[in-house]
């Protein structure tokens, strides 16, 4: 715009200035024939110098409004840029406070998944607090099977060893009811041969006499006759009060032997 001016200002500067070069050195087609001593040659010096003073604070005033003019332009156009960058500023505002309520509506909606993650964990914990008893009552259930294991164990040695001791038991029963046996068998031995050398005696005594001797009574009782003596194994009586003695002795031992088993137990 004020380049234009300048162009327009510039023609009429030239115009004016070739208007008055034709009135100062121009011919008229009506020239007047005057005398060279009546032309006054310095007639139009000062308004033309007038004009052309005034042209020049003209073009001089017109050359500083275009550099205040392009000054001007120049701080609007940062003006225009600030308004702009103000401009954005606002619409990202508007368009982030239009944001807000949608904002509002996800902060309500992550407050209620919280609550609902919070609900989850409580039940996740008593799920957690039933599982911890599960786990201690499976370790005490299969504390009870160890224990009842150790506890056959036990039971199967200390039936081994009750019946090792029974099996010691039956074989020292044998071995005594040999022993009597052979005690009853050596004494019925000896009884044999005592009547044996009595009989023997009375025999003599009855040759070289004629007659048995009488046996003297001094209050002793007398014992049987060699001829009501009868030889036997053994005597029933004697080997059942002995067996019967034995099966005590070893129902006494086994009895002894359960009751240092139960307090284990």
Aim: aromatic share 6%.
């Amino acid at each position: 715009m004020f380049d234009s001016l300048r162009d327009k200002f510039q023609t009429v500067q030239e115009g004016i200035t070739a208007s008055f070069r034709g009135l100062s050195v121009g011919e008229s087609p009506q020239r007047l024939q005057v005398s060279s001593s009546a032309v006054n040659y310095n007639a139009g010096a000062d308004v033309l110098h007038k004009y052309q003073s005034q042209w020049s604070e003209l073009h001089k005033l017109t050359e500083e409004n275009a550099v205040k003019a392009q000054e001007v332009d120049n701080a609007i156009g940062c003006l225009h840029q600030k308004f702009e960058k103000q401009w954005s500023d606002v619409s990202h505002m508007a368009s982030t406070l239009a944001a807000v309520p949608q904002l509002l509506t996800s902060v309500q909606q992550l407050m209620e998944q919280i609550g609902a993650l919070q609900g989850l964990f409580e039940d996740v914990e008593g799920a957690l607090f039933q599982l911890e008893d599960m786990v201690e009552t499976q370790e005490l259930q299969e504390r009870q099977l160890d224990h009842r294991f150790q506890f056959a164990l036990y039971k199967e040695k200390k039936l081994s060893e009750l019946e090792a001791v029974r099996v010691s038991l039956a074989s020292e029963h044998a071995d005594k009811v040999v022993q009597h046996e052979l005690r009853q068998q050596k004494l019925l031995r000896e009884r044999q041969d005592a009547f044996g050398q009595a009989f023997q005696q009375d025999v003599q005594e009855f040759k070289l006499s004629g007659s048995l001797p009488k046996m003297e009574n001094i209050g002793v009782a007398r014992g049987p006759a060699l001829e009501e003596v009868t030889l036997e194994p053994a005597d029933p009586e004697e080997l059942d009060k002995f067996l019967n003695d034995d099966s005590s002795e070893q129902k006494s031992r086994r009895d002894s032997c359960l009751n240092m088993e139960n307090p284990m137990n």
